[in-house]
């Protein structure tokens, strides 16, 4: 099969990945509007909701991806699979530290982080501190999330795109089973749709396992924060997160706005952003996936432009390469 047409499978079952999980979360912020409306509870839930995705934005599906799949695919494409795994394990066992602390000082300074991001609910002490609980069940999912992040990653590098493409609806059956089947049941039935957050993080993170474990996966923990791979992946990744932090700064300022004006802002902002989201996520993220680099595109690179010191546009036109991501060489 031509790369062209890989590129157009690969591109298929992203968009169709992605359209399946739009369409479950339409049904999931449907279920919720039926169920709690727009106001008092639902301000506290998405803030807490959107405080973890924020982050993960940033430093998860955003940057990582960009930096580590080409990265990965160079270890796995110009030397031994084994290489490529302790990189990956290397890459995965420095994560674990650092989401680790993250979460930990986020659900130590949650007050200080709502605080900043919804002023106005700061007056407003039942919300403040019903978002405060919330976001810090919420918060953990940035650990999980960006775990199943890095798996993603792995899969997409060996050109195996279902799974990763298919995970994002059990967060969105999560939320449904939740406020269906545990909110009823709870003191706080808002609260249900936090604890739903943690089981749809869980069941993505291990919906990668198998197919990770069929792919040859060998995770060695690796916490000497050494490996030159390492290295690259934070430098790689510097360059994303100033540019995905101006959209999430703005996401940011839209809700310290928000805060400040009649309740159930929040919600109608969320609803409305939903909406915005879905032709971006079929066909942008899709594509954009699809086309990082392919193994045939490396061994072309490494083997008309290895004297350069950074890989970058050498591929020819059908290689599958995406001028965005430079490949430092080893």
């Not at 298929?12 to 479950?24: A, D, E, H, V």
């Not at 940033?58 to 796995?76: D, H, K, R, V």
């Not at 494409?77 to 993250?102: P, R, Y």
Request: aromatic letters at 14%.
């Amino acid at each position: 099969m031509s790369e062209n047409k890989k590129l157009l499978k690969a591109t298929g079952i992203i968009s169709s990945g992605t359209f399946l999980s739009r369409i479950f979360g339409f049904i999931r912020d449907m279920v919720i509007a039926k169920i709690f409306g727009a106001g008092f509870a639902t301000d506290a839930f998405f803030v807490a909701f959107k405080i973890p995705n924020l982050l993960r934005r940033l430093l998860g599906e955003g940057a990582l991806s960009a930096a580590f799949i080409p990265l990965f695919t160079e270890y796995f494409t110009t030397k031994s699979k084994e290489d490529a795994w302790k990189f990956a394990s290397a890459i995965f066992s420095t994560l674990l530290v650092i989401l680790f602390t993250v979460t930990l000082l986020g659900i130590i300074f949650m007050p200080a982080i709502i605080t900043l991001l919804a002023p106005g609910f700061y007056h407003e002490l039942h919300k403040f501190n019903l978002t405060v609980y919330l976001t810090r069940i919420t918060f953990p999912y940035i650990f999980l999330i960006s775990l199943t992040a890095l798996s993603m990653g792995i899969l997409n590098s060996l050109r195996h795109f279902t799974v990763p493409a298919m995970s994002p609806v059990l967060l969105n059956l999560s939320l449904i089973g939740a406020a269906f089947f545990i909110c009823p049941y709870l003191k706080i039935p808002v609260s249900g749709l936090a604890i739903g957050v943690i089981i749809g993080g869980l069941l993505q993170f291990a919906f990668h396992i198998p197919p990770l474990l069929k792919s040859g996966l060998k995770f060695t923990p690796d916490f000497s924060f050494s490996h030159p791979g390492v290295k690259k992946v934070v430098l790689l990744m510097a360059p994303s997160v100033i540019g995905l932090a101006v959209t999430q700064f703005n996401i940011f300022v839209d809700t310290l706005i928000a805060s400040l004006l009649t309740e159930g802002s929040i919600s109608y902002l969320y609803y409305a952003d939903r909406v915005m989201q879905l032709p971006l996520g079929v066909f942008g993220t899709a594509i954009g996936t699809a086309i990082l680099p392919t193994p045939r595109c490396i061994r072309h690179c490494y083997r008309d432009c290895y004297s350069a010191d950074t890989i970058f546009l050498c591929c020819k036109e059908g290689y599958g390469w995406n001028e965005r991501y430079p490949l430092l060489r080893a």
